[in-house]
């Protein structure tokens, strides 16, 4: 008894026969009765509680990955054991991952990451030389030539010239320094690291944090990680999600009554809401952030995916530029790009960088120091980020495939962007803004009294239980709008426009059958 005893408590179980010659079954049952009496015996309660955690991390959350997922994947499983649904699969539209919806990678680049992954390739005729020369560049400049090493802290050097590079072309010019480059695991990453170091103060001079509603839910979380104050203004629904200044002076003006709104933070082209920002709109932004003394945090990671004609990207690095040294000088903006999106959807590497403008010095060193605690990015994730900056161009061996599977995606996505705001807009209570870029609908949905008092008896959000209902009857995953922020009494979902042309109108059909239904059980 005393050994079974002890055998628990070091963690072990009682396998042979003890030297007093009782058999395995009887130690076990021994410990088994020791396991029941102890929770009496025990003097220690758990350490960590959901009363005992840290309160600012129970706050967080994350739509995207919410409740409806979590649903989603029962289903799934439910559906893999023979139970019968009224469809055959789950279709997953609630996450801008592409390649997960099926979306072929980038030939160039993978080749170029298994090089640098088995360099021993680098023999292979099998490889282009295009692709053998980036991967050759990017292993010389990794410690012992090799992407399992740990890189400095800001990133591997080279990386961070071909980022400085690129950023120089696609602002027409406007020089980049490599010094402002800081490569990142995904954009996500340093987004928070740049919002760690600004949030400060307490009562009402902590920092108050203005984000767009509806947001990309990164903000909100990383704002009650921080336990910021989240500082909401409203895109402009009838407007094509507009941002509009005066809404911005608004938002302002009544958060200095409670905090100290520091940071302003804008998507570009707009996730969940699509809109691509005018320059001039940029150049009002640009103004007010001047004005009112706030920090910018441009978060550009749809940078190549805008599809109306009528649409173009403006950096806010370059628009700061051409508004002349009153601005370029002074406004401090940190702006963010990502492998994840754009058309080589490589979310898995977790590649990105940030561009950090008018960084005091002393904040930059704090900023290598604040990143050096986590040693670096992951270097696959920047040498996948190498490759988005620096593609085959015109007189390379691969510069042909690459621009066919390039113009291939975008393409795509933009005849989908078209597809979906048609067939929304077609749906008696359903109104669509048009994609003008990003991946992903938006829709408003009309949700009849009837709907919203059965969801309160169910306790959930009015969109919520529309979109569980979506789930469960046709198998189609999209988030509720409610993860994003919407207006009160305003109900939207957001899905993406990834899946195949031909599947997404299967999956739009669907919608519209089931709002139809919806609409006709709750009138
Ligand atoms: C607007 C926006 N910012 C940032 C991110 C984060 O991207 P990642 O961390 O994968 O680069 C996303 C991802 O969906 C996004 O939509």
Same mark, same amino acid.
């Given at each position: 008894?005393?050994?079974?005893?002890?055998?628990?408590?070091?963690?072990?179980?009682?396998?042979?026969?003890?030297?007093?010659?009782?058999?395995?079954?009887? %130690?076990?049952?021994?410990?088994?009765?020791?396991?029941?009496?102890?929770?009496? $015996?025990?003097?220690?309660?758990?350490?960590?509680?959901? =009363?005992?955690?840290?309160?600012?991390?129970?706050?967080?959350?994350?739509?995207?990955?919410?409740?409806?997922?979590?649903?989603?994947?029962?289903?799934?499983?439910?559906?893999?054991?023979?139970?019968?649904?009224?469809?055959?699969?789950?279709?997953?539209?609630?996450?801008?991952?592409?390649?997960?919806?099926?979306?072929?990678?980038?030939?160039?680049?993978?080749?170029? &990451?298994?090089?640098?992954?088995?360099?021993?390739?680098?023999?292979?005729?099998?490889?282009?030389?295009?692709?053998?020369?980036?991967?050759?560049?990017?292993?010389?400049?990794?410690?012992?030539?090799?992407?399992?090493?740990?890189?400095?802290?800001?990133?591997?050097?080279?990386? $961070?010239?071909?980022? %400085?590079?690129?950023?120089?072309?696609?602002?027409?010019?406007?020089?980049?320094?490599?010094?402002?480059?800081?490569?990142?695991?995904?954009?996500?990453?340093?987004?928070?690291?740049?919002?760690?170091?600004?949030?400060?103060?307490?009562?009402?001079?902590?920092?108050?944090?203005?984000?767009?509603?509806?947001?990309?839910?990164?903000?909100?979380?990383?704002?009650?990680?921080?336990?910021?104050?989240?500082?909401?203004?409203?895109?402009?629904?009838?407007?094509?999600?507009?941002?509009?200044?005066? =809404?911005?002076?608004?938002?302002?003006?009544?958060?200095?009554?409670?905090?100290?709104?520091?940071?302003?933070?804008?998507?570009?082209?707009?996730?969940?809401?699509?809109?691509?920002?005018? $320059?001039?709109?940029?150049?009002?932004?640009?103004?007010?952030?001047?004005?009112?003394?706030?920090?910018?945090?441009?978060?550009?990671?749809?940078?190549?995916?805008?599809?109306?004609?009528?649409?173009?990207?403006?950096?806010?690095?370059?628009?700061?530029?051409?508004?002349?040294?009153?601005?370029?000088?002074?406004?401090?903006?940190?702006?963010?790009?990502?492998?994840?999106?754009?058309? &080589?959807?490589?979310?898995?590497?977790?590649?990105?960088? !940030?561009?950090?403008?008018?960084?005091?010095?002393?904040?930059?060193?704090?900023?290598?120091?604040?990143?050096?605690?986590?040693?670096?990015?992951?270097?696959?994730?920047?040498?996948? !980020?190498?490759?988005?900056?620096?593609?085959?161009?015109?007189?390379?061996?691969?510069?042909?495939?690459?621009?066919?599977?390039?113009?291939?995606?975008?393409?795509?996505?933009?005849?989908?962007?078209?597809?979906?705001?048609?067939?929304?807009?077609?749906?008696?209570?359903?109104?669509?803004?048009?994609?003008?870029?990003?991946?992903?609908?938006?829709?408003?949905?009309?949700?009849?009294?009837? %709907?919203?008092?059965?969801?309160? %008896?169910?306790? &959930?959000?009015?969109? &919520?239980?529309?979109? !569980?209902?979506?789930?469960?009857?046709?198998?189609?995953?999209?988030?509720?709008?409610?993860?994003?922020?919407?207006?009160?009494?305003?109900?939207?979902? $957001? !899905?993406?426009?990834?899946?195949?042309?031909?599947?997404?109108?299967?999956?739009?059909?669907?919608?519209?059958?089931?709002?139809?239904?919806?609409?006709?059980?709750?009138?």
């Amino acid at each position: 008894m005393q050994r079974a005893a002890a055998l628990v408590r070091r963690g072990c179980s009682p396998r042979t026969p003890g030297p007093w010659g009782r058999s395995q079954s009887s %130690a076990a049952a021994e410990a088994s009765a020791v396991l029941k009496v102890r929770p009496e $015996r025990s003097p220690r309660e758990r350490i960590l509680t959901l =009363e005992s955690m840290n309160p600012q991390v129970k706050a967080v959350e994350y739509a995207v990955r919410g409740p409806i997922v979590l649903k989603a994947g029962e289903i799934e499983l439910e559906l893999q054991r023979g139970i019968k649904k009224p469809f055959t699969e789950v279709i997953r539209a609630n996450i801008g991952d592409a390649q997960a919806m099926g979306q072929q990678p980038i030939t160039f680049l993978r080749q170029v &990451m298994a090089l640098c992954t088995y360099p021993n390739l680098l023999n292979s005729p099998s490889f282009p030389e295009d692709a053998k020369k980036r991967a050759r560049r990017i292993l010389q400049a990794c410690g012992g030539n090799s992407l399992g090493s740990y890189s400095a802290s800001q990133g591997v050097n080279c990386i $961070r010239e071909d980022v %400085a590079a690129y950023i120089t072309r696609r602002d027409g010019g406007v020089p980049a320094d490599p010094d402002n480059i800081y490569l990142t695991t995904g954009a996500s990453d340093g987004i928070s690291t740049i919002l760690k170091i600004l949030v400060s103060g307490g009562g009402k001079s902590r920092t108050g944090v203005m984000i767009p509603i509806p947001q990309y839910p990164l903000y909100s979380a990383v704002i009650s990680e921080l336990d910021a104050i989240q500082v909401n203004y409203y895109l402009d629904e009838e407007n094509c999600w507009a941002l509009n200044v005066n =809404e911005l002076r608004r938002a302002v003006r009544e958060a200095k009554d409670h905090c100290d709104p520091k940071v302003l933070c804008i998507i570009n082209p707009g996730n969940p809401t699509g809109q691509v920002q005018s $320059r001039k709109c940029i150049e009002d932004v640009i103004h007010f952030a001047w004005e009112e003394k706030l920090f910018l945090l441009a978060d550009e990671v749809y940078q190549d995916n805008v599809y109306s004609p009528d649409c173009r990207f403006h950096s806010f690095k370059k628009v700061l530029y051409e508004m002349g040294p009153e601005y370029s000088s002074n406004v401090e903006l940190a702006s963010f790009h990502s492998t994840s999106k754009g058309y &080589m959807g490589e979310c898995g590497y977790r590649g990105g960088y !940030m561009e950090v403008i008018n960084l005091h010095p002393e904040i930059k060193g704090q900023l290598v120091k604040l990143l050096s605690v986590r040693l670096c990015p992951p270097v696959s994730g920047q040498a996948a !980020m190498d490759i988005v900056v620096n593609p085959p161009v015109p007189g390379e061996e691969s510069f042909e495939q690459f621009r066919r599977e390039k113009e291939s995606v975008l393409g795509n996505l933009a005849k989908k962007a078209k597809l979906t705001e048609d067939l929304f807009n077609q749906v008696p209570g359903i109104h669509c803004n048009p994609l003008q870029g990003a991946m992903y609908a938006f829709p408003r949905i009309f949700i009849p009294a009837k %709907a919203v008092e059965a969801a309160q %008896a169910h306790k &959930m959000a009015p969109d &919520m239980f529309y979109c !569980m209902k979506l789930l469960e009857e046709t198998g189609i995953c999209v988030v509720p709008g409610s993860g994003f922020g919407q207006r009160e009494g305003t109900y939207h979902f $957001r !899905m993406t426009i990834l899946p195949p042309v031909e599947k997404l109108k299967t999956v739009l059909q669907k919608v519209k059958d089931f709002h139809i239904k919806f609409l006709e059980k709750y009138a």
